[in-house]
């Protein structure tokens, strides 16, 4: 989520010039919301007790490589892909498994495993035409507009968790949580719809 979050951070710095932000990435979710931290951004709710929980964008996965993929051209159907490498992160392990269920394809095996410890990294390299990533597609419509990544199959996206803001009972009102809450409501909202749209629009289906 910090790939996507970070950039756009300075627009909710334009609206609300008086909010200090201090952002930890640590990926420990042995607590929905580290003691020192007033909001947090999580992918799903694997346990919210004593939080408010509010969604602000969904997710589904989808495989993706850059335009220099040794071999790209060969890969015609979601079965093609065994015979590349596939790019996994640690922190996400389950994402191949659930996107070759939803393509029917459970048991399929690449020709060799690439993995890393983020999904930014492997990002990074399925762009560099080190092989295939699973990737949050809401994440990386920007690079695939660009053509950064290119999507071969995207009639065949998973439904992966989507993405929520947390603080603790009874700190909604706060100011500063309410304004960010309400500000990636708003964007998270707003950018949702446009990849939806994007995708129907590809798919031809608008």
């Known amino acids: 989520m910090a790939y996507w979050l970070v950039p756009r951070l300075g627009l909710f710095q334009q609206r609300h010039p008086r909010i200090d ?11 929905a919301l580290p003691e020192h931290a007033d909001v947090a951004v ?8 004593g939080f408010s929980a509010h969604p602000f964008m969904p997710e589904a996965l989808l495989p993706v490589f850059g335009a220099g993929l040794p071999g790209r051209d060969n890969i015609r159907a979601p079965a ?26 459970v048991g399929l095996s690449p020709a060799r495993w690439v993995t890393f410890d983020h999904t930014n990294l492997a990002l990074g390299a399925a762009m560099d035409g080190l092989g295939v990533a699973i990737a949050p597609a809401f994440l990386i419509e920007g690079e695939l507009r660009a053509n950064r990544l290119i999507a071969p199959f995207p009639e065949l996206m998973a439904p992966d968790d989507g993405y929520y803001v947390l603080c603790r009972t009874g700190q909604e009102n706060r100011p ?7 500000w990636l409501h708003e964007l998270g909202a707003a ?16």
């Open 21 to 31: 932000i201090q952002l930890d990435n640590k990926r420990d979710r042995s607590r």
């Open 42 to 49: 999580r992918r799903g709710l694997a346990d919210a007790t």
């Open 80 to 105: 093609d892909l065994a015979r590349t490498t596939w790019l996994t992160a640690t922190m996400r392990p389950d994402d191949w498994q659930r996107w070759l269920a939803k393509a029917g394809l």
């Open 176 to 182: 500063a949580v309410r304004a960010f809450r309400e």
């Open 191 to 206: 950018h949702g719809d446009a990849v939806s749209a994007y995708f129907r629009c590809i798919l031809g289906t608008d």
